[in-house]
C-alpha cells in the first residue's frame, strides 16, 4: 500500500510477524539489485515488526504503461544485470519463493546447486506434503541425468529469481521496474526461461536481450528443466494440477534424453 504525508511516499507490505524474515531477505535482494544501476528496482528502507504485523517499507514508484521501446530496455538492462557476477552459486542467506523457503547456500558447481538447493528441495517437500509415486519416481530419474541436461558451463549471474509478468512494471518515465525478487546468483537461462513460463514479456524483450547476450545452444531444452522448479514450486504450494503439469515436463526432459 501507499503512505504519504503530503510531501512523500513510501510503498509498504505487511504480513503476519513471523514474516519478518521473509522481508528481510527481500529487502537484501532489492538493494543488490538497485546497486547494480541495471534496470530500476525500488530501494528498501526498513523492515520491523508492530503489533502481530512485519512490515517493509521501500521506496513509492508511480508507474505508467509501459512502450514498446520500453519493453525492448527491459531486455537490454535485464542482460546487463546479468553481467554481474559471482565466485559461486548461491546467496549469502536464503530467502522465499513465493511463500516457500528457497535454500542458497554457495556451491561451486551449477549442476550441484542445481540437483540440492533446486529440484531436490522441491522434490523433498512434494514427497512430505504427499505427492509421492510416480512424481518422486520421475524425479530421481531426472536428477541422475542431470549432467546430460546441464551440458553447458554457465557464470553465476546476479538473478531476480522471480521473474514472472507480475513482478516487472514501468514507471512513468517509461523506464523497466522490477520488484518482489527472490535473488541470488545462478545461470542467468533460469530467469529467461521463467519469463516465458507464464508469458507476458513479448518479442521486443527476447530480441533486444539477445542483442545484448545470446544465450547459448540447448537453452530450449534446460528452460523446461528449469521452469519444473517453479511449476512444482506451485504444486506444493497450490496442489491442483501443477502436479500434472509437473509429471508431463519430467516426460518430456527423459524422453529427449533417450
Do not use: C
Not at 169 to 179: E, G, K, R
Not at 188 to 217: I, N
Request: hydrophobic residues 40%.
Amino acid at each position: 500500500m501507499k503512505l504519504a504525508d503530503g510531501d512523500q511516499a513510501w510503498f509498504v507490505k505487511l504480513n503476519d510477524a513471523s514474516r519478518l524474515e521473509m522481508f528481510q531477505a527481500e529487502a537484501e535482494g532489492l538493494q543488490a539489485l538497485a546497486d547494480t544501476d541495471t534496470i530500476r528496482a525500488p530501494r528498501p528502507l526498513l523492515t520491523g515488526r508492530h503489533g502481530g504485523q512485519a512490515y517493509i517499507v521501500m521506496e513509492y514508484i508511480p508507474l505508467g504503461r509501459g512502450s514498446g521501446r520500453a519493453t525492448a530496455l527491459a531486455g537490454e538492462q535485464l542482460a546487463a544485470l546479468h553481467r554481474h557476477t559471482a565466485k559461486a552459486f548461491g546467496w549469502h542467506r536464503d530467502n522465499t519463493i513465493g511463500s516457500t523457503h528457497q535454500p542458497n547456500g554457495w556451491m561451486e558447481d551449477w549442476t550441484d546447486f542445481w540437483r540440492e538447493r533446486r529440484l531436490g528441495y522441491q522434490l523433498e517437500l512434494a514427497a512430505r506434503n504427499g505427492l509421492g509415486g510416480r512424481l518422486q519416481t520421475l524425479g530421481e530419474r531426472l536428477l541422475e541425468r542431470f549432467p546430460a541436461l546441464l551440458d553447458h558451463h554457465p557464470v553465476p549471474s546476479l538473478i531476480h529469481g522471480d521473474l514472472w509478468g507480475g513482478n516487472l512494471a514501468f514507471d512513468d518515465q517509461d523506464q523497466p521496474v522490477i520488484y518482489d525478487p527472490a535473488t541470488y546468483y545462478g545461470d542467468r537461462e533460469a530467469e529467461l526461461a521463467m519469463t516465458e513460463l507464464f508469458g507476458g514479456f513479448g518479442g521486443a524483450f527476447y530480441d533486444a536481450y539477445q542483442l545484448v547476450w545470446p544465450l547459448d545452444p540447448g537453452y530450449a531444452t534446460r528452460k523446461t528443466l528449469y521452469n519444473l522448479y517453479h511449476i512444482l514450486n506451485h504444486a506444493n504450494m497450490f496442489g491442483g494440477g501443477y502436479q500434472g503439469q509437473a509429471l508431463r515436463m519430467m516426460e518430456q526432459l527423459l524422453a529427449e534424453l533417450g
